[in-house]
């Protein structure tokens, strides 16, 4: 089955609301690819002048966050509404940087992701392991218990809409890429997982990015495995680079 690419870009907390603008009109020719999904998912801060300065081309917004009520006293979060409001389509859930920096646990990401989808955004629900599991080689066991605790009472059919990221934490803004067969190696049991869960269909359907390190030189061979339908890049999406990987 044929799954539409996706390449999202995770800019962290980088950018102030003019380079924002001016990162947007860099790239504006480079990410010109009519076969892909292109997100710049980026501050909240920027969201408005991203959503503005993308206006008439191929890319949409994404948030790197939200909390999960839709307005009242939760001091310095973003709600849903406000997303939709400015034009946001995506929203990273359960990235490593939330889970180990700011403590959110599996319980909140579920949370999440019921949030998102009832508001009518499509999760990139982040998944993966820290380097200690991958050398006790249990990470596949530690993914498979994110993915099934992150999709407590999600629908088949929410899940054939959803975007998957696996993010081994070695990977990330380290320098060091996973292989392209060890990608693939845990894409493939992500998607098993799905069809365990759910059935063939959806496992057929959803979408499954890889994340870490990913840049201009090892794209292409990445996103050639089957079971890989995009990346979720950090670094490289505030470069020109970013539209070689578009373009892998
Ligand atoms: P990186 O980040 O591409 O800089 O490794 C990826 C991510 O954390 O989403």
Known sequence: MARRRIIAGNWKMNKTPS???ALCNELKDLVKNDDVDVVYCVPAIDIVPVAEAVKGT???V????FYIEDKGAFTGEISAPMLKEAGVEYVIIGHSERRDIFGENDILINQKVKKAFASGLTPIMCCGESLALRKAGTYKEWIARQI????????????KTLVIAYEPIWAIGTGETATADQAEEVCKMIREIIADLYDQATADAVRIQYGGSMNAGNAAELLSKPNIDGGLI?????????GQIVNA
């Open 62 to 65: 994404g948030a790197e966050n």
């Open 234 to 242: 950090g670094g490289a999406s505030l470069k020109p680079d970013f």
């Open 19 to 21: 380079e924002a603008v």
């Open 58 to 60: 191929n890319v949409h």
């Open 148 to 159: 099934k605790w992150d999709l407590t009472d999600i629908t088949a059919d929410q899940v």
